[in-house]
């Protein structure tokens, strides 16, 4: 009997620690996808370097209990399953909201992102930012734009010298 208790609890800090450490922890309902589907969400997820694990409620509980995250409880009925990323704040909510569009039956309950609790709304708003390369490519042209646009300018210049001469 002991070692049901020590498997549960080694479950419990799993998933706790997961809730912790991770930078996104997204709750969704998976009910009525059927085996091919939820391999596909896997495989998808899987490839992002996201972690989609189903646990029982009453072990979640604890968990959020210990991590005190004790507003997700209200989330944890019927089945559950919780998709984390320690890297990426974003890749969860991205490949969840993408396979949620074409699979209706997917439905987003709650997430953590970097330690704050957001609405199935919020989820879906972070998940249409771009991801973390993509901002930086934003940042960085906006940075190189004057100079770009310096350098166009004195061209025009000099072309313009060079046909009067």
């Given amino acids: 009997m002991s070692t049901v208790i020590e498997q549960k609890q080694e479950v419990v800090n799993e998933i706790t620690s997961k809730l912790s450490e991770s930078e996104s922890a997204i709750l969704v309902d998976y009910r009525g996808l059927n085996v091919a589907q939820v391999t596909e969400l896997r495989r998808q997820l899987r490839e992002a370097d996201v972690d989609f694990k189903v646990y029982k409620n009453t072990l979640a509980r604890r968990a959020t209990e210990q991590a005190e995250m004790t507003e997700l409880d209200e989330y944890l009925v019927g089945p559950t399953a919780i998709a984390t ?21 997917l439905e987003i309950k709650t997430g953590i992102i970097q330690g704050q609790v957001t609405t199935p709304e919020q989820v879906k708003e972070i998940a249409e930012l771009p991801s973390h390369e993509g901002l930086v490519a934003m940042l960085l042209s906006v940075m190189q734009a004057p100079i770009r646009n310096f350098a166009l300018g004195a061209k025009a210049v000099a072309d313009q010298k060079e046909e009067s001469a």
């Fill in 85 to 105: 990323s320690s890297d990426d704040a974003v890749a969860p909510a991205k490949v969840l909201q993408q396979f949620a569009k074409d699979n209706k039956a």
